[in-house]
């Protein structure tokens, strides 16, 4: 048994957990969020859409399996921290490479454990997401308090500009398979140039798996940039933070909407972004949707899927323009989860049909994305 260092969580109401020291040490702020997520804690940590929060993981036993070099969703640990019941100091899965707990010393992830996240996810439900700060330095909890109320709330916050790549790139690699890895594909039917507003390897990975190969490009890219790649369609990646702050992807969409005449597909924040383009407003949600248990109402075909899904913001249904329709609804709270254009080749998902972790109920929609590319293929 490691013998740990004292942690404190402190958020913004007062309310405070005294646990013990995970990962690296030292002192960690954000919004304090939870994930429905039983496993998967590489993919959570490493997903760019946890930019500028710490994550609770309401699954009490985490890093039994270890970490690998595989599992990732970027090219590094993006949450700001990390909360779990109790952290396992014995791993074994035959892809492991190493412990968890090893991998955010090496990142510099500040985490904190034996505490009662069940208490913790409770309170945030209730309440709400609030700001928090871990420490293992400063043990005193006014202090943190005070800390704690100085972090930017997440609404008019811009984190996509942390986490969007700097250079344009290319991906050519699908999604994994056993004795192979993630598999190098050289015939590909299409190209789509991808919007990178903190976008998820899986996604690229699907994209490749049906054809697609991939063109990413940061978030800031003039939108004629992109015109004059003449792609095959175009994606709108997913991403952390307001949607109604990154106002030049907003003005960007806007323009491609208005004169690209091929197809476009957006999830998550390009979800968000993509209604806003259109007039529609954006709200914050109580506690938002994160985990890989969701339930989405297909309303087309009626069917429902288990959905994976990281969002603390939604589309408003009551300010949609009369072009957009909404084609899926979450059967928790109702929410808006899919959009179409009633007469571009325009659609958006709120959730993450990639899906890593999470079930594949919903890989269908890169599948529709190809089809509508051929369908549009030389118009």
Known sequence: MLKRKKAILVLEDGTYFEGLSFGAEGETSGEVVFTTSMTGYQEVVTDPSFKGQIVTMTYPLIGNVGVNREDVESDGPKAEGFIVKEISEIYSNWRAEDSFENYLKKHGVVGICEIDTRELVKKLRSA????????????????????????????????????????????????????????????????????????????????????????????????????????????????????????????????????????????????????????????????????????????????????????????????????????HYSLNDGTVEGLKHKSKPLFTVQYHPESSPGPHDSRYLFREFERLISDYKGR
């Open 128 to 327: 709400g997401t609030m700001r928090g700060v871990i420490s293992t330095v400063d043990l005193d909890v006014d202090s943190l308090i005070s800390k704690a109320r100085s972090i930017p709330p997440m609404e008019g916050l811009n984190l996509v500009d942390e986490v969007s790549c700097k250079e344009p790139y290319e991906w050519e690699y699908g999604t994994w398979r056993l004795g192979e890895g993630y598999p190098k594909r050289e015939d590909f039917k299409y190209s789509v140039v991808v919007l990178d507003f903190g976008i998820r390897y899986n996604i690229l990975r699907n994209l490749v798996d049906v054809g697609i190969k991939p063109i990413v490009v940061p978030a800031k890219t003039p939108p004629e940039d992109i015109l004059k790649m003449n792609p095959d369609g175009i994606f709108l990646s997913c991403g952390p933070g307001d949607p109604a702050a990154v106002t030049y992807a907003i003005e960007t969409i806007k323009y491609l909407i208005a004169t690209y005449r091929k197809p476009i597909f957006g999830i998550c924040l390009g979800h968000q972004l993509t209604a806003l383009a259109m007039g529609a407003s954006t709200y914050k949600l109580k506690f938002g949707h994160r985990g890989a248990n969701q339930p989405v109402k297909n309303k087309r075909t009626g069917k429902v899927e288990i959905t994976a899904q990281n969002h603390g913001f939604a589309v408003d249904e009551s300010t949609l323009p009369d072009d957009l329709e909404v084609t």
